[in-house]
């Protein structure tokens, strides 16, 4: 298998990693090769491609699961992960190494083109019968980009409660998803991305926190999915959103994955990636086409 990565695909990848301090790093001497099995192992798991060599960064990331469980070498961890018992440690290190970076409406285009485009050609088509959307926000993190449709739907909808209405956000990590559930943000987290006005309309305050209004949170469904395995929502979705993820994954295994994701599309439907994510090699089975300034895909019959 080839882990050869477009640069451009990478760039946000390679950004996080600045991200981190390099200066704690490189003295702790773990031995290499348990680093490579460690990335081999994540690559298996999730078919995230973290380089062997970003020494520090593995560190940084595992350093305090490691202090946990009192475990001082990544052939033990690996090991304990992959024992019989060992899923939730598997699931820590998902967690641990994979970068959940999100925050409401981030690049607001997409946003747009479902409330100004999408829904206006649904109801358009469903002139006799309850309009149906159907959405899957895969690698959602803590949920802002899926509860960010709602939010959106709700504002430019007014009859969205009458719509048969689904809106499924999957993630690898079962922590991340926990937390997507509760719909509770840190106060950081809420001032990215959303207005003041959305934030006093759709949150209230829990002493230092924000919880989502039950009204947005119901309509958002959320589920543990790895867009790596051979089970995946069914569908037919009208919009699938797969944003700032494929970027941590091989060229081959971004497109094997595309594939499967352009399955899940409605004939009609469309696919949003990252706004900087310029996926290879899918001509034969996506179209790409601007709307309303955003890039989106749609599959091809
Ligand atoms: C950088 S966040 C992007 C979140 C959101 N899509 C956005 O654009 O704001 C990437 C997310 O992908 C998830 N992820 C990584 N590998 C995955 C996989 N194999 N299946 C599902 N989710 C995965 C991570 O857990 C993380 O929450």
New binding site residues.
Partial sequence: MSHELDPSFNRDARRSDLLLHPTESLTNGRPIDGAIELCVRLHEW???YLEPTKTYLIENRLRSLMDDLGIHDYKSLIEIASSGSGMPIRNRIIDAL??????FF?DSAPFEVIANHLVPGIREMSRFGSPRLSVW?????TG??SYSIAIQLLESVPDIKQWNLSILG????SA?IERARTGVYFDHEVRRGLTPQRLQKYFVQESEDWRINDCVREMVHFEV????DSTQPQGPFDVI?C???LI?FSVDDARRILQKIAGRLASSGRLFL?SSEVPRNINDFLTMENIGGATCYRRKE
């Fill in positions: 999730c078919g995230v994979t970068t959940h970076e999100t925050l981030r926000t895969a690698a959602c993190s802002q980009e999957t993630d690898v990590s991340i999915q790895n867009i790596n959103f944003r700032n993820v941590y990252g």
